[in-house]
């Protein structure tokens, strides 16, 4: 579970694991009822923290991003 996200393991189609989906996964994998605050910090004192995912541009041309940022920089300077 730690590898995978929860889309891969057919429970919802985000890309990343929160405490709600945790709950549920838990519950019913191992038959375990815990409460999401309960759950988070036991992930903490694991020492596994959240992170938010990020959007990367997987196609995405430097070059354009390059021109972009400089035609942006005009604009604000006007």
Request: hydrophobic share 35%; no cysteine; proline share 3%.
């Amino acid at each position: 579970m730690l590898t995978t996200t929860p889309a891969e393991l057919g429970w919802d189609v985000a890309s990343a694991w929160n405490t709600k989906l945790l709950q549920s996964y838990v519950a019913k994998q191992f038959g375990v009822s815990i409460s999401r605050e309960a759950l988070r910090k036991l992930l903490h004192r694991k020492g596994l923290s959240w992170t938010r995912p990020t959007y990367t541009l997987a196609k995405g041309n430097l070059d354009e991003q390059k021109q972009f940022e400089k035609q942006m920089d005009l604009i604000k300077k006007t």
